[in-house]
Each structure stands twice: as C-alpha cells, then as structure tokens.
C-alpha cells in the first residue's frame, strides 16, 4: 500500500514537472519582454523593424506583423499580430496608406500604455494617380537621406518610452545615420556618371530614390505590385523601352515577374531584380542578407542597367 502511495506521488511530480517545463517556454515566447525587461517593440513591415533593431539593440523584443516573404501593401494582421499589438509599448508605422490597417487597429490601442510612431510623418509627400485617385508614394525608406530622418522618429519613440536607456538608443541611432550617410555617399558616387537615366519597374515604389539621385522612373504597375495594368498602359510601356534603347526592366522578389518577363521579351531587353524592400524571403534572412547589403545590391544591378562608369 505504501509502495502503491509512493509510486502515485512519483508519478504525479512527473507529470507536473513536464508540464511545467511545457508551459513556462510557452508563456516567455508569448511575453518576453515582460519577462526579460525588454520593451516590446512593434514594426510593420521590414525596414521598420531592422532600423528599431539596430536602436534598440539588447534593451528591445522587435516583431515584425508584415511576415518574411510578403508584400505589406495588402497585409492583414492576424488575431496574434492584434494580441501582439496591444502588448506593445511602442509601435512603429510607415505611414502614408502603406498600413491598410493601420487606423483601424490603432483606434484600439490606449495611447496611456502604448507609443505610436508614424516614421514617415512629415516626409512622404511625392503624388501620384493610380485608378484615376491620387494617392500618396509611401516608399520613402529606399532613399538613405529619408531613412535617416526615420530613424530619428524612431529613436525618438525609443527615448519617449524608456528614458532610462536614452543614451543608448540615441549612440545606436547615431552609428546607424552614418551608415545610411555612407550609403548615400556610395549612390551618388556610383551613379554620377551613367548612360541612361530612365529605370523600368514592377511597381512604382523607386520614387524616392530616383528623385534623390537624378533617375526617372517608370513602373508597369502603381503604388502597389498587385495592381493590375491596362493593355494600353503596357502598350505605352513597350514603346518607351523601344525609342528609349532600354536594356534591363527590373523585377521583384517579393512578386511574380510574369510583368517584367512580357515586357523584356516584347522588346529584347533582359530583367534584372531590384528589391523594394518592402521585406526579405526566409532565404535571404537565412542568407544573412539586411537593409545595407540589398541597398548595396541594388546599387550594383542600377549600375549594370544604366551602365554607369565606375
């Protein structure tokens, strides 16, 4: 009887014992913040979340809602992102109609425990017609000098919500404005002396860009990469790429390049990637690909396309 007791109890303490050890993972991978001291930080897409990476460094959990290999433009956050969300201290938007979600979502978020900041407030101003509506450019983080200015609203969200920390954030801040400097630096250098200055793309999200470093730009779709475009508007295209000796017409990752593949075989020119940036694939995480070297690379295939001199 007392070895049946004995064996019962035995059991029993194994059993919570593996229970525990289930749980207590489970509860951390859910809040870790909470448990770790770190602020739970909340980016949309991308580029938001490597730049609050960078600012926030060991003090930050970052998450991204815009998951690896999507586009964000028609991204719905699913009820974890929303549970996520509301544990947030700080969340960090685009702003200009990139975050389809964006007001609805935030209209449920108490301002008293939460930050939110709108990193391209102030700075996306470029217009242009899609569908007959003029609607804003929101791809500001593809020039270096406007996501310099990003990451000082971010770093700004940081120091509002734990001003403990404010001279980290503000040191990681400043090591990540230069590197943006020095990037910039190395687009006007590598595209001073070119052919060609005219870019065909999937979509119009190099607007910034081009403007800064003196490109035109042309895209087969809009604002967004699943738009659809009219058989004039691809008629049009065709002859620009025509008269204009265009060689390379630039796709996505993130996309099909069904678009780009018609266009270059109705002209004879090649296609060539050009990453928006609007987010990375599992490869290239996994790869170790980031915000500088697709940037770099960039570079490198714009140099190729417009045959730059060295």
Request: charged share 20%; glycine share 6%.
């Amino acid at each position: 009887m007392k070895r049946t007791t004995i064996t019962t109890i035995f059991i029993g303490a194994i059993v919570i014992i593996i229970a525990l050890i289930i749980i207590i993972p489970w509860r951390e991978a859910v809040v870790p913040s909470q448990e770790s001291g770190r602020l739970t930080v909340t980016a949309s897409f991308y580029p938001l979340a490597f730049f609050a990476q960078e600012i926030g460094g060991n003090f930050a959990d970052v998450a991204t809602i815009t998951p690896a290999g999507i586009e964000p433009h028609d991204y719905e956050p699913t009820t974890q992102d929303l549970i996520r969300i509301e544990q947030s201290k700080l969340i960090i938007l685009n702003g200009g109609g990139l975050e389809a979600w964006g007001d609805s979502v935030l209209q449920n978020t108490d301002p008293k425990m939460t930050k939110v900041v709108s990193a391209g407030e102030g700075l996306i101003d470029r217009q242009m017609v899609e569908g007959g509506e003029t609607i804003l450019d929101p791809h500001i983080w593809l020039a270096p000098m406007f996501a310099e200015k990003m990451v000082d609203a971010i770093m700004n969200g940081f120091v509002d919500v734990d001003p403990v920390n404010a001279d980290t954030y503000r040191a990681n801040a400043n090591i990540l404005k230069q590197k943006l400097v020095n990037l910039d630096i190395r687009y006007r250098q590598g595209l001073k002396r070119c052919a060609s200055d005219s870019i065909v793309t999937v979509h119009s999200a190099f607007g910034y860009l081009a403007a800064e470093y003196g490109l035109k730009q042309l895209s087969i779709t809009g604002v967004s990469p699943d738009a659809e475009p009219s058989l004039k508007q691809i008629d049009d295209l065709v002859k620009f790429v025509r008269s204009n000796n265009i060689r390379y017409i630039f796709f996505e990752s993130l996309t099909s390049p069904k678009l780009a593949q018609v266009i270059a075989e109705e002209t004879g020119a090649q296609t060539l990637s050009l990453n928006p940036l609007e987010g990375l694939t599992k490869n290239e995480i996994n790869a170790g690909k980031d915000y500088f070297t697709a940037m770099d690379e960039n570079l490198a295939h714009l140099q190729i396309a417009l045959e730059c001199a060295p």
